[in-house]
């Protein structure tokens, strides 16, 4: 209704402007036209107004109707929705707790593996040091056994330089007992061609000058450091030219028998130092071996 007054206003202004246009003899009935116009423009008007205050009174009362309906509709929406937020706030409540519960057990178990693995921890620190420890230890026997296998190996390379040296002097000596077994054999030899020939010079008393030369070389041979049996066989020979030129069978026999005895003497002392600085070479590297270990 609004809309057709402004139509008609706008009309009735563009019959104003085309009345100021017009010719005089047409302008009163152009007024009257405007009267009519003026008055059916109120009545449209009061009309309108009354369509509008009933319009807007079953508005107002369908508004209201609305409204109420609206807030019955709000209110049963808010219960519901208090009713679900209270669910939902207990379904909280009770997840909270349950988190809860299993945050302090977690907890619980993060405690109890800290407390293992500190345990565990402390127990692989001991075992590392004493593992150490046993290295530390090993490491040092190794080093003792190295050294006594050194001094062993030492001991066995003296003993072995010992052992030959031994088994050098057990040569030399077999060699010096053969060498002497010999000129024993041979002035055996000559003793029995003596005794074979000594009837020859029974009656001779030309054995002075021989028993004085056999003597002389019998003095001589002792002399020396060393009792060789080439000079005993000298001597044995010179005894040996002396009974073939007197009668000197008793000073060849008896220095024969000093050459026996002496020799003997000789190679028993001679036995006895080797046997004795072997058997202290040996009692020496055994107590060096039981010392070392």
Partial sequence: MGSIADSLNQHSNSIGRLLDKLPSETREFTHQIQDQVTSLLEVIASHTQLM??????????????????????LDSTTKSLGSDVEGFTNSLDAVVLSWNSRLVGFNKRLDVMWDESFARNMALDQALEKLEARVSDATSQV???????????????????????????????SQTLSNEFTALRSVAQELQTNLTQMPRFALDFRWIRGLTGAVSLIVDGLRPSTWQAHLVMQVVGAGASGIYQSFSLFLTFGCALLFLVTHVFRLIAHLARTLAGWCFRNTKELDDQVIIK
Avoid: Y
Avoid at 151 to 166: H, N, P, W
């Fill in 52 to 73: 509008n205050q009933n319009v807007l009174s079953n508005l107002g009362f369908h508004l209201q109707a609305m409204i109420s309906e609206a807030q019955v509709a």
């Fill in 143 to 173: 080093d003792t056994q190295i050294s006594k296998a050194e001094k062993l190996q030492e001991l066995a390379s003296e003993t072995s330089a010992s052992i030959k040296s031994s088994n050098a002097q057990m040569a030399n000596a």
